[in-house]
């Protein structure tokens, strides 16, 4: 049966404009997420170069849009597991994690007042605790909190249940499998950060002073472990030296083989949220090359005639931690005078870079490159938006985003 | 406006138990009783049970408003989606959640029960809102669905088949008497597709003939927009070919004008035009298409040649974009009538540091020219930063590869000619040495790439507020957006620009910007035809209505209006133009005649809900008041997210949530004073370079305008400071809180409003 509706998976940024974008044409769309919220890595950003805004504006009135628009349909904690079919007539399996938390949930935070269990919260990637009964973050869209059922014994499960007076935890949830019928497939999978355990010359993620750029906008959001305080991991003290390494994986063979776009300018930015704090810290960049394409140029200059930051132009051999003070022990040789040297830093920042999230997968129909980016060509109706398709920034991700709405009605279009 | 309304409070979440809703109830009654003939409270109204009961009572009743009085408009608005208008009052977050107990201790000992003092008037407000509000009517119109394309270059012709390819009919405008725009003079390009690896065919060609073999596209070469009068759906367009002039019906434009190369005497410091054997990226290209690379001051072969990518000589200094372009005649000043003020030329040095991601590409792409005509060619490539991010890192990876092509950073202090011709570069830091001297044949220096639009309008819009694109001097004149969200958001509706003319781009990004950049233009004519708002109020069917026998022609909202909706007439009376209009109501915040409302917000509306606001004759007994304007895009969710974290606030201010504070018009401000309020605070967006308002200058024209407003309050012996904007940003849940407690601190040691008990 001929389908004229559109499957966005992902509801990242990317995955949201594509979905919005032909649902504002009049397309059905459903956007299936496997977070439990929608926003994808944008929600975690502190600020987004270069007007270091927040990324929650934009966000909201996409939130704003899918309220208003009854063509939009989603689907969180839901994975794709299965396609069939054909351009114009796909069939999708979706499988549909359990919230064990209903539609009756007013976010009041009972569940979470009665949850005793902690784990690390994967939204501030494992900075933080939360609760086994949790609102995934302050600005979830859907608004409606989580139980991690497995994470309870019986006694706190009862004791959970019953402070919801609304009737919302739901403990029979059980795994669900929906199928939906579509014309088109838009891939908006996303990026992952690049395993910092991989780079085991810059600590194999076990120095507890190095962290990785995505850690970092946990550290300077308001809604982050600390309430926006960077203060380093070890001791919570305030750092005073701070050192970003680029290219953690990026434009590495053994690694990630491409350049990942976005780090250079995600370090300025990051720099200027330690300087904003600290005004006496010490900011060093260590990079291959600095790329700051387009008008970025103006915000790398900008940032650049700061005099407490310091540009290094060479590749981080080894970090190691310094035993007495945590400090991270930074191996460098400077690319340009050729002296090779170890450095001292309170706190190190990896860019680790973007991997895309199919990397490894293998989907029937869809065609993966070897380092995990979607290369099917258009016109197949399955399409590629955002960061799966290649590294971007969140304008040129928007870009291809809408770009792949309209690829994906030209294949519904008239079915 | 709503006569029948049902009146719903919630007890749930804490509600019930903090706040008198029994007596809420009973003051709608009181007050109301005959605009509502439902009001109930319920101990969880969204409970499936309650909801099925509205929509019950909506039936039997014949209601034609709700007012729901429990938590935020931004929550359960899936739960409580009725076919009727529906208001949300927001007693849950912004009265019981935030309730700051500590400061109203000594009004509850005197038996003042500030909380449901405020959910009552909350409440209150609601209802009166929803009295003023009718269900919006739009026109829907026929218009027209053609897409007018300008530029008929890859990302032009890219964007017709895209368009075309969803059933649109296309008019292509090219000036030039060929389509395919720079392409045609280019020998190869860098990868366009997957994997990225190799210099390909531009496939130009192909492209040119798809759009000719196209019955949707109508290419018109040699050809020229003249102007574009009208509005998105109802566009004319007068394009002349070939000396007359026709007009065509268009609905959405999208402008692919490209770019045009930077004036080479940006390159004079590094040698151009004095050195024989500097040429520039531009001139390369042209001598490989033409088949042979030859050095200009011999015409032979040159067996090495530095590509010097580090331009820092020509940006030494970067300011003063040139005055003198518009007058050079270098180009033909097409279409360069004698307007009233003259263009403002923003070319510049900066443009050749815009382009550094594309003369990098080319860089590698040319050296692999002289690679494959000269197989002992020596070609260098001297950088400050190789500027090829993403994917393209494998196209330099290749080229690294070629033991024919070296590479190396290096600042450039100098170039100088010897004797026969050839040319030392002078380079410092670089990987090779401190300081090198590369003895070359030739010097091939980069072409910046400036968009057409930083030379002339373009567009040629006939709208009154000017020809061409407001922001251009923000972004260097490239036509772009100022919102990383939405990059094809300008302040023209309608019109979305694509490729080069709208952010330095490969041709690989510009075929996708040339794909959503045709979506967008008809996803315009499609919101037009089902009578829509476009972006950022997608599907909002409320329009401005204006009442013009009130206008007395003073032109602010002519002036005001971010997306120059507004033409006038000779008399200066507005001419709306609804297909322009974003729904912002900067209009209406603008009229000091206040004829300009919409179906579901106006003056009248907002007005009323402010005289909901209960005024205690004394500060002592029952504390001052403040009113808040709040930008319903962000201050208001943050505020809600102040509410979450249960930060608490004085219990002595009073939101409104307004679309825009744009939108705000003085007569509120001015009525909340003279009934004694005691402050007024604008929370908006933040404004300036990088602004953050959804509808550009809304907050920096709501400040303007209360600069009048504290210049009428100290007329009136009113101290300015009672007024006051803020600029907050979404996130900043944790400082609004604080920004209030200050603001009250400051009223409380003012004292009353003068104004108070008049």
Redesign the interface.
């Known amino acids: 049966m001929a389908n004229n509706s559109i499957l966005v998976v992902g509801g990242g940024f990317s995955g949201i404009t594509s979905a919005l974008e032909a649902a504002e044409v009049g397309y059905e769309v459903f956007i299936v997420e496997k977070n439990p919220y929608l926003g994808g890595r944008v929600a975690q950003l502190n600020q987004y170069f270069p007007k270091l805004c927040p990324p929650s504006c934009g966000l909201e009135i996409q939130f704003q849009r899918i309220r208003n628009n009854p063509k939009v349909n989603y689907f969180t904690q839901a994975e794709v597991t299965r396609v069939t079919g054909a351009p114009g007539d796909y069939e999708v399996t979706v499988k549909l994690s359990p919230r064990h938390v209903n539609e009756k949930c007013t976010a009041c935070g009972a569940c979470a007042e009665a949850a005793t269990t902690e784990l690390p919260c994967e939204f501030d990637l494992g900075l933080g605790m939360r609760k086994a009964a949790y609102r995934p973050n302050i600005f979830a869209f859907p608004m409606r909190y989580v139980l991690t059922k497995e994470a309870c014994g019986k006694d706190e499960l009862a004791k959970i249940k019953a402070s919801c007076v609304y009737g919302a935890i739901d403990l029979d949830d059980a795994p669900r499998e929906i199928k939906l019928n579509v014309g088109a497939v838009v891939w908006a999978t996303g990026w992952k950060p690049y395993d910092m355990q991989r780079l085991e010359n810059l600590g194999a993620g076990k120095i507890g002073n190095v962290i990785s750029n995505m850690q970092m906008e946990r550290l300077a959001a308001p809604n982050g472990p600390t309430g926006g305080k960077i203060l380093r991991p070890s001791d919570a003290a305030e750092p005073k030296r701070v050192a970003f390494v680029q290219c953690a994986g990026s434009r590495d063979e053994n690694h990630l083989n491409f350049c990942s776009y976005i780090c250079c300018m995600a370090s300025l930015k990051q720099a200027t949220y330690i300087r904003e704090r600290y005004p006496k810290a010490q900011v060093t960049i260590y990079y291959i090359d600095l790329r700051t394409p387009g008008r970025y140029d103006n915000f790398m200059k900008k940032v650049t005639a700061d005099e407490n930051l310091h540009l290094v132009k060479g590749k981080v051999a080894a970090i190691v931690e310094h035993a007495a003070t945590g400090d991270a022990v930074v191996t460098v040789e400077n690319a340009v005078t050729g002296i090779k040297s170890d450095e001292r830093f309170d706190l190190v920042v990896l860019a680790t870079g973007m991997q895309p999230s199919l990397a490894g997968a293998t989907v029937a129909g869809l065609h993966i490159d070897e380092d995990g980016f979607v290369t099917s060509a258009p016109g197949t109706g399955m399409v590629a938006s955002g960061c799966a398709k290649l590294p971007l920034d969140v304008m040129k991700s928007a870009q291809t985003a809408t770009a792949a709405a309209l690829k994906a009605i030209q294949t519904v279009a008239g079915r | 406006m709503a006569e029948k309304i049902g009146v719903y409070i919630c007890g749930?979440?804490?509600i019930a138990a903090a706040v008198n809703i029994e007596g809420i109830a009973a003051s709608v009654k009181n007050k109301y009783g005959g605009n509502c003939p439902v009001i109930k409270t319920d101990a969880?109204l969204?409970?499936?049970e309650s909801v099925a009961r509205i929509k019950a009572d909506v039936k039997e009743n014949a209601l034609d408003a709700v007012c729901l009085c429990a938590?935020s408009p931004?929550?359960?608005?899936?739960?409580f989606a009725f076919d009727v208008l529906t208001e949300r009052v927001n007693i849950r977050e912004f009265c019981v959640w935030s309730f700051d107990k500590q400061t109203s201790a000594p009004d509850a000992a005197k038996g003042i029960d500030n909380l449901t003092i405020m959910a009552q008037e909350y409440t209150l407000m609601g209802v009166v809102k929803l009295t003023k509000s009718s269900v919006p009517d739009p026109e829907t119109l026929t218009t027209n669905k053609t897409i007018l394309v300008l530029g008929g270059g890859f990302t032009g012709l890219t964007a017709a088949l895209?368009a075309a390819?969803?059933?649109h009919e296309v008019v292509l405008v090219e000036r030039k008497a060929e389509l395919g725009g720079r392409a045609l003079g280019m020998y190869k390009s860098i990868p366009l597709a997957?994997?990225y690896t190799e210099t390909q065919d531009t496939g130009i060609d192909k492209l040119v003939a798809a759009v000719r073999g196209n019955a949707k596209i109508k290419a018109l070469t040699s050809s020229e927009l003249k102007s574009l009068g009208g509005a998105p759906g109802l566009y004319t367009a007068q394009i002349e070919t070939g000396g007359a002039a026709h007009d065509y019906a268009i609905g959405a434009v999208i402008v692919a004008t490209g770019w045009e190369p930077q004036a080479a005497e940006f390159l004079a410091p590094m040698g151009y035009g004095s050195i024989r054997n500097v040429v520039t990226a531009a001139e390369f290209e042209a001598m490989a298409k033409k088949g042979a690379i030859a050095r200009p001051s011999d015409g032979k072969m040159p067996a090495s040649v530095a590509f010097v990518l580090d331009v820092g000589m020509c940006l030494a200094t970067p300011e003063a974009p040139r005055e003198d372009a518009c007058a050079n005649p270098a180009e033909p000043a097409e279409g360069a009538e004698a307007g009233p003020a003259p263009y403002p030329n923003t070319e510049s040095c900066?443009h050749l540091?815009?382009s550094?991601?594309l003369t990098s590409l080319v860089a590698l792409k040319q050296a692999g020219y002289l690679r494959e005509k000269n197989e002992n060619g020596l070609a260098m490539i001297v950088?400050d930063?190789?500027?090829?991010?993403?994917?393209?890192?494998?196209y330099y990876k290749a080229a690294q590869d070629d033991p024919g092509v070296m590479l190396t950073?290096g600042t450039v202090a100098g170039l100088t000619e010897t004797a026969n011709g050839q040319i030392v570069v002078n380079c410092r830091?670089?990987?090779l040495g401190e300081n090198i001297e590369l003895l070359c044949d030739m010097v091939v220096l980069p072409t910046g790439m400036v968009p057409t639009t930083a030379h002339e309008p373009t567009v040629n819009l006939v709208y009154r507020q000017g020809p061409q694109f407001p922001d251009l001097g923000l972004?260097?004149g490239?036509a772009?957006s100022?919102?990383?969200?939405?990059?094809?958001e300008t302040r023209r509706t309608g019109v979305y620009a694509a490729g080069c003319v709208h952010?330095?781009?490969t041709m690989a990004?510009a075929?996708?910007?040339?794909?959503?950049?045709?979506?967008?233009a008809?996803?315009c004519i499609?919101?037009i035809n089902?009578g829509v708002a476009?972006h950022?109020r997608?599907?909002?069917k409320s329009y401005p209505v204006f009442n013009f026998v009130r206008c007395t022609q003073c032109k602010r909202c002519t002036e005001e209006c971010p997306f120059g909706a507004l033409d006038d007439d000779e008399k200066g009376t507005p001419k709306p133009n609804p297909t322009r209009c974003r729904r912002c109501g900067t209009c209406m915040g603008a009229c000091p005649e206040r004829v300009i409302s919409f179906d579901n917000y106006n003056v009248d509306q907002i007005g009323t809900m402010i005289r909901e606001m209960g005024v205690p004759a004394k500060i002592e007994e029952g504390g001052p008041r403040v009113l808040i304007l709040a930008c319903e895009?962000?201050a208001y969710?943050a505020l809600d997210?102040a509410a979450?974290?249960k930060t608490a606030w004085s219990p002595y201010v009073r939101f409104i949530p307004v679309r825009c504070l744009g939108s705000v018009n003085a007569i509120w401000v001015a009525d909340a004073m003279s009934k004694g309020i005691d402050g007024v605070m604008l929370l908006g967006c933040?404004y300036g370079d990088?602004y953050?308002c959804?509808f550009v200058k809304g907050s920096e024209l709501c400040n303007r305008r209360k600069e009048n407003i504290a210049e009428s309050l100290k007329r009136l012996g009113v101290e300015p400071e009672r007024v006051d904007q803020y600029q907050v940003?979404?996130?900043?849940?944790?400082r609004i809180p604080a920004l209030i407690e200050s603001f009250m601190d400051m009223i409380k040691e003012k004292g009353p409003n003068p104004f108070k008990g008049y």
């Open positions: 749930g979440c804490d969880v969204c409970s499936p938590c931004r929550v359960k608005w899936d739960v895209e390819a969803v059933g997957p994997p900066k540091a815009y550094s991601e950088y930063h190789m500027m090829v991010p993403g994917l393209n890192e494998r950073k830091d670089s990987l972004f260097d490239f772009d100022n919102y990383i969200c939405f990059p094809y952010q330095p781009m990004q075929a996708d910007d040339a794909a959503g950049a045709a979506l967008k008809v996803q499609s919101s089902r476009v950022p997608s599907g909002d895009n962000d969710p997210m979450f974290r933040k990088d953050q959804h940003s979404i996130d900043e849940y944790d």
